[in-house]
C-alpha cells in the first residue's frame, strides 16, 4: 500500500491550504492515522492525528488553525491549514501508524508560507 499526498505550495502569510493523503489499498489495524512535518535540519515532528474511533491531537502550535479529517473507510486522510505563518514552511508527510507492523509513510509534499 502507497499513501499520496497532494495539495502542498506557496502561499503567502495568512492563507489557507489543504492537504489530501489517499491510500492506494486497504491498511488494517490502524492506531492512528496523521501528518508529521520536517524542516531541514530538525527531527519530524507530529502537526496532527487523528484514530478511527475519532480521536483527534494536535501539535499546539497548530491548535486553532489546522484541522484533521479523514474518510469512512480510513483509506484518507486530510489536513485544512488555514492562517499560515511562515513558521509551518515545511515538508508534510501522510502517516499510518499500524499495530504489530511498520508505518507507512508518504513521499511527502512542500509547503511554503512566504510573502
Known amino acids: 500500500v502507497q499513501l499520496v499526498e497532494s495539495g502542498g505550495g506557496l502561499v503567502q502569510p495568512g492563507g489557507s491550504l489543504r492537504l489530501s493523503c489517499v491510500a492506494s489499498?486497504?491498511?488494517?489495524?490502524?492506531?492512528?492515522m496523521g501528518w508529521y512535518r520536517q524542516v531541514p535540519g530538525n527531527q519530524r515532528e507530529l502537526v496532527a492525528s487523528?484514530?478511527?474511533?475519532?480521536?483527534?491531537n494536535y501539535a499546539d502550535s497548530v491548535k486553532g488553525r489546522f484541522t484533521i479529517s479523514r474518510d469512512n473507510t480510513n483509506t484518507a486522510v486530510y489536513l485544512q491549514m488555514n492562517s499560515l505563518k511562515p513558521e509551518d514552511t515545511a515538508v508534510y508527510y501522510c502517516?499510518?501508524?499500524?499495530?504489530?507492523?511498520?508505518?507507512?509513510w508518504g513521499r511527502g509534499t512542500q509547503v511554503t508560507v512566504s510573502s
Open positions: 502517516n499510518v501508524n499500524v499495530r504489530r507492523s511498520s508505518d507507512y
Open positions: 489499498g486497504i491498511i488494517f489495524r490502524i492506531v492512528a
Open positions: 487523528i484514530t478511527p474511533g475519532g480521536t483527534i
